[in-house]
């Protein structure tokens, strides 16, 4: 454990400080997308179901006041279902724009040392190069492993929604 702590320790070293907050930027987005997932996977059936039959307790399913207590159920659960998808979406977005300052702090070293140096001195340059590399990497990894996860969350809510209409059906 100690040995994993320090090639951490090693790793944000060699990035910088900006690789700081985009590690803590990817852990929040991930807390995000594990808590809609699993309201999606677990907590969202007890929900579906309970206006599932809270629907068919109605007598009245065929008037147009019945189409907008339709509307109204399905559009809450659609509301509760969306939760924190937008945050995370913007979290994904923002991940390569923090990833882009790391490369712009790191090359900001780049330039110092060879101020102060000259451009003589590639062992204090390539310090600067990989506080510049890395951060956009880790910016980079975490956008992409964000965008996945949000388009998969997305299609579920669809999909929800879509059996949701589906079961709160309008008798003619």
Not at 10 to 33: A, K, N, P, S
Not at 76 to 103: D, E, F, H, K, W
Request: aromatic letters at 6%; proline letters at 2%.
């Amino acid at each position: 454990m100690i040995e994993f702590l320090e090639a951490i320790r090693d790793f944000t070293e060699t990035g910088g400080q900006v690789l700081l907050v985009i590690g803590l930027l990817i852990f929040v987005m991930w807390l995000l997308i594990l808590e809609r997932a699993m309201y999606l996977l677990v907590w969202h059936k007890q929900a579906k179901k309970d206006a599932v039959a809270m629907w068919k307790a109605r007598n009245d399913r065929s008037s147009w006041f019945a189409e907008q207590v339709r509307q109204k159920t399905i559009s809450q659960l659609t509301i509760r279902l969306n939760g924190s998808i937008p945050i995370i979406q913007a979290l994904v977005a923002l991940c390569p724009l923090l990833g882009l300052m790391g490369t712009v702090t790191g090359m900001i070293e780049v330039f110092d040392v060879m101020a102060i140096s000259g451009s003589g001195n590639a062992r204090s340059m390539a310090s600067g190069v990989s506080k510049a590399t890395i951060p956009t990497m880790a910016g980079m990894v975490g956008a992409l492993s964000g965008v996945f996860a949000a388009t998969w969350l997305n299609r579920m809510v669809k999909s929800e929604r879509t059996h949701l209409e589906d079961a709160l059906i309008i008798q003619r």
